[in-house]
């Protein structure tokens, strides 16, 4: 007789308190990111396992007022960056917190220290498939691939967001993680 496996467990994570502490940076009227949730490699949805996606997060958001132009009344180029930066942020704080891929090596106090000053977007494209509403929308960020050169680290990312009413946009982002790189070696960022 063979002994069953255990199923793993879905790692979930939802982290209110978390999601607070990445959004400090922010100025009050621009918090977009209202809730948020990291999935990580086992309990991904099927339709994201062929393109390889080792995390990714999703959440709920709301721009009730642009923070720079009058109401344009739908989601602009502006608005991506900042509601991708932010569910960005929270994907890779919660990693760090958790100890997960890519950031398993780093401590929360080390996320905190470099959120601002060593996380770039180095590449950054965005396709407005279809005009979005912006008062109430939900977005995901998932992370494809991770490379290493030299100290920096660089995370392949794809986003998406979507207001429920056929509204989308969708982007790949190119994330660098500069400084002491914890990640292991990877392939070169031209693979």
């Known amino acids: 007789m063979s002994a ?4 793993a467990s879905p790692l979930i994570v939802e982290d209110p308190a978390l999601l607070q502490q990445v959004l400090l940076p922010y100025k009050p009227h621009c918090r977009y990111l209202l809730r948020a949730h990291l ?24 721009i009730p007022e642009s923070c720079y132009i009058a109401d344009t009344g739908h989601f602009n ?16 704080a919660t990693c ?3 100890q997960l891929e890519p950031l398993a090596s780093w401590s929360i106090e080390e996320y905190r220290r470099r959120q601002l000053s060593d996380f770039l977007i180095v590449q950054f ?6 005009q979005m509403k912006s008062a109430h929308f939900t977005g995901r960020v998932e992370i494809s691939k991770v490379m290493s050169r030299g100290k920096s680290m660089f995370l392949k990312t794809y986003c998406r967001f979507e207001d429920g009413h056929g509204g989308m946009s969708e982007g790949e982002p190119l994330i660098a993680i500069t400084g002491e790189s914890d990640a292991p070696p990877a392939a070169s960022l031209g693979a």
């Open 125 to 130: 494209s965005s396709s407005f498939r279809r």
């Open 39 to 62: 999935e990580h490699e086992g309990v991904l949805p099927p339709e994201t396992r062929s393109r390889a996606v080792r995390a990714a997060a999703v959440g709920t958001f709301s």
């Open 77 to 92: 180029a502006v608005e991506f960056n900042i509601c991708y930066n932010q569910l960005a942020y929270y994907l890779l």
């Open 4 to 7: 069953i496996e255990p199923k």
């Open 96 to 98: 760090a917190s958790r």
